[in-house]
């Protein structure tokens, strides 16, 4: 490694349950091992070495007393390294259509807008409610896919037809498939100042 050895990249890293060294240098195999190393392989490496150390890993890992531990571990190496996870949005919308409870995927919804107490659900054919407030919607949802283009509106970036103004300078979302138009506020207008 250009910048460090393997030893102070695991020291630094801190992860010691689960380092495999594999070097030419027989000389620190001791040191590896007080860091915590499962194993110390030198090069060349014999495959049935390298079986050998594998099946150690495997039995390391099945025994091991953390039950996220390699998730807890890669999580803290991508932290160590400055990469951030990738976020995980919302797939489905559980929503109510009168008595029935249906599963929407995100992706067939054009908008979501909030009405009095509950959230309104807009699809191409019906539309639904939900209980979830557009502020909490607006953090749980991709904001490439959604876009919230007012305080009680996020809308699918994908559903929209065009921007229009009113005669009183307004800017309006047409939706594809609806005659429906939904206001922007000005602190959203930006968004569609390119398009």
Same mark, same amino acid.
């Given at each position: 490694?250009?910048?460090?050895?393997?030893?102070?990249?695991?020291?630094?890293?801190?992860?010691?349950?689960?380092? &495999?060294?594999?070097?030419?240098?027989?000389?620190?195999? @001791?040191?590896?091992? =007080?860091?915590?190393? @499962? =194993?110390? &392989?030198?090069?060349?490496? =014999?495959?049935?070495?390298?079986?050998?150390?594998?099946?150690?890993?495997?039995?390391?890992?099945?025994?091991?007393?953390?039950?996220?531990?390699?998730?807890?571990?890669?999580?803290?190496?991508?932290?160590?390294?400055?990469?951030?996870?990738?976020?995980?949005?919302? #797939?489905?919308? #559980?929503?109510?259509?009168?008595?029935?409870?249906?599963?929407?995927? @995100?992706? =067939?919804?054009?908008?979501?807008?909030?009405?009095?107490?509950?959230?309104?659900?807009?699809?191409?054919?019906?539309?639904?409610?939900?209980?979830?407030? @557009?502020?909490?919607?607006?953090?749980?949802?991709?904001?490439?896919?959604?876009?919230?283009?007012?305080?009680?509106?996020? &809308?699918?970036?994908?559903?929209?037809?065009? &921007?229009?103004?009113?005669?009183?300078?307004?800017?309006?979302?047409?939706?594809?498939?609806?005659?429906?138009?939904?206001?922007?506020?000005?602190?959203?207008?930006?968004?569609?100042?390119?398009?």
């Amino acid at each position: 490694m250009p910048a460090k050895t393997g030893l102070e990249a695991a020291k630094e890293i801190g992860i010691k349950s689960h380092i &495999v060294f594999i070097t030419a240098y027989d000389q620190y195999a @001791v040191e590896a091992f =007080d860091q915590g190393a @499962v =194993d110390y &392989v030198l090069k060349p490496a =014999d495959p049935e070495r390298l079986s050998k150390t594998v099946e150690r890993l495997k039995a390391r890992l099945t025994t091991s007393t953390e039950p996220n531990d390699m998730s807890n571990m890669l999580a803290q190496l991508a932290k160590q390294l400055g990469i951030a996870p990738k976020p995980t949005y919302l #797939q489905w919308i #559980q929503a109510s259509i009168g008595q029935e409870l249906r599963l929407i995927p @995100v992706e =067939d919804i054009l908008f979501f807008q909030s009405d009095e107490k509950y959230t309104r659900v807009q699809t191409a054919s019906y539309e639904a409610l939900i209980r979830k407030p @557009v502020r909490d919607l607006a953090e749980e949802l991709d904001p490439n896919l959604f876009w919230q283009i007012h305080r009680s509106t996020l &809308v699918n970036s994908k559903a929209i037809s065009g &921007v229009v103004r009113d005669m009183r300078g307004r800017h309006l979302v047409q939706i594809k498939g609806l005659t429906e138009k939904l206001e922007v506020s000005r602190s959203f207008v930006h968004l569609f100042k390119q398009m």
